[in-house]
T-cell receptor, first 113, second 115 residues
């Protein structure tokens, strides 16, 4: 089944404790992206990747890191999480052309205490 | 700067009535436009998109949207709403002239269809 998977789905952590949210797609998509969803703000793009080893900042990259060493994986790294990073995070992928539909993962709900 | 506006946080309609969820956009070039839907505790699902051609686009679950270049709008419509259409709807835009991968979302509109 074609899908985007994220792990973990739910995470409670404390300020400053490094964490990684994994994202994997099995559709051989070139483009992958991370978003955060907050009430009243919609989805905001954190980082995106046009292909392996090619990443760029979105609207809200501060406090996040990403890497794209393999085509299928695009982990989101929070080196020192803070409470304002409490949010719902979505990973998405698409074949690569700008007109293509993005496929979203199920989301990761993060609470930083 | 690219942006998307969904002027209504909430839309309430009775089942069987037509529904409209509004979206206006701003891009420096010509747009690719998308609608996504999010059901509770789920990820976003694609509904429809405008790339080129006919301004009226038909999508999943009986939804359609009309691209209006002069009004820079892409309103989502359905002739007869169902209770199961109740969800959060997002409009999104990409600048087709850009080589960057940025996709801009609106803040979302909560649609409630009551029986």
């Amino acid at each position: 089944e074609a899908q985007v998977t994220q792990n973990p789905r739910y995470l409670i952590t404390v300020t400053g404790k490094k964490l990684t949210v994994t994202c994997s797609q099995n559709m051989n998509h070139e483009y992958m992206s991370w978003y955060r969803q907050d009430p009243g703000l919609g989805l905001r793009q954190i980082y995106y990747s046009m292909n392996v080893e090619v990443t760029d900042k979105g609207d809200v990259p501060e406090g996040y890191k990403v890497s794209r060493k393999e085509k299928r994986n695009f982990p989101l790294i929070l080196e020192s999480p803070s409470p304002n990073q409490t949010s719902l995070y979505f990973c998405a992928s698409s074949p690569g052309q700008t007109q293509e539909t993005q496929y979203f993962g199920p989301g990761t709900r993060l609470l930083v205490l | 700067a690219q942006s998307v506006a969904q002027p209504e946080d909430q839309v309430n309609v009775a089942e069987g009535n037509p529904l409209t969820v509004k979206c206006t956009y701003s891009v420096s070039g010509n747009p690719y436009l998308f609608w996504y839907v999010q059901y509770p505790n789920r990820g976003l699902q694609f509904l429809l998109k405008y790339i080129t051609g006919d301004n009226l686009v038909k999508g999943s679950y009986g939804f359609e949207a009309e691209f209006n270049k002069s009004q820079t709008s892409f309103h989502l419509k359905k002739p007869s709403a169902l209770v199961s259409d109740s969800a959060l709807y997002f409009c999104a835009v990409r600048d087709r002239g850009s080589t960057l991968g940025r996709l801009y979302f609106g803040r979302g509109t909560q649609l409630t269809v009551w029986p």
